[in-house]
């Protein structure tokens, strides 16, 4: 069946530093995938995503790249503020394995806490 | 335009009870999910529903249902209340226009079994 991996959090960064968490996935289709971002006692924002191989995905300042290579879509900011605190989840879509787009594969998700 | 929103945001319920949630989409959206969110499971896809038929289900009991509305508007109820139903409950629409379709989430219901 399809999986999602993230790194294990939390990651603790101080403000205008790198940020990568990474996500790889397991899929028998071709899937879409996505980058959710969770704030304190929020629902989940649709961070970016991209849908098939080599699309990069952006949205205020985060970037992540398909790669079926390595199965991987790894989520990159170049400097992160303290607003970006929150849980980042990786996930995807495999509507040619589940029937359907509209059922989502979650990792873990990655709790992201930066300090100034 | 407004998104999803869900009702009520909190609840506190008895085990054994019943409980209704409600999940009203984006309007235009076709396609209603719901997932449970537990510190210990993660985020845990329960059914989609799309023009007012269940088009999928997750791996969860037969106590959680859920129905759709001709106005797309969804309900998930879940009887006989467990402990272990204590969760974050999230609903999610899309326009199920096809395979590249995106979910957006509403703020969520948390449930608390006593």
């Known amino acids: 069946g399809n999986s999602v991996t993230q790194m294990e959090g939390p990651v603790t960064l101080s403000e205008e530093a790198f940020l990568t968490i990474n996500c790889t996935y397991t899929a028998t289709g071709y899937p879409s995938l996505f980058w959710y971002v969770q704030y304190p006692g929020e629902g989940l924002q649709l961070l970016l995503k991209?849908?098939?191989?080599?699309d990069k995905g952006s949205n205020k300042g985060f970037e992540a790249t398909y790669r079926k290579e390595t199965t991987s879509f790894h989520l990159e900011k170049g400097s992160v503020q303290v607003s970006d605190s929150a849980v980042y989840f990786c996930a995807l879509s495999d509507p040619l394995n589940t029937g359907t787009a509209s059922k989502l594969t979650f990792g873990t998700g990655t709790r992201l806490q930066v300090t100034l | 335009k407004a998104g999803v929103t869900q009702t009520p945001r909190y609840l506190i319920k008895t085990r054994g009870q019943q409980v209704t949630l409600s999940c009203s989409p984006i309007s235009g959206h076709r396609s209603v999910s719901w997932y449970q969110q537990t510190p210990g499971q993660g985020l845990q896809f329960l059914f989609e529903y799309f023009s007012e038929t269940q088009r999928n289900k997750g791996n969860f009991p037969g106590r959680f249902s859920g129905r759709q509305f001709s106005n797309s508007r969804s309900e998930m109820n879940v009887s006989t209340l467990e402990l272990g139903d204590s969760a974050l409950y999230l609903c999610?629409?899309?326009?199920?226009?096809?395979?590249?379709?995106?979910?957006?989430f509403g703020p969520g219901t948390r449930l608390t079994v006593t």
């Open positions: 991209a849908t098939k191989a080599d």
């Open positions: 999610a629409s899309s326009l199920a226009t096809g395979a590249r379709d995106e979910q957006y």
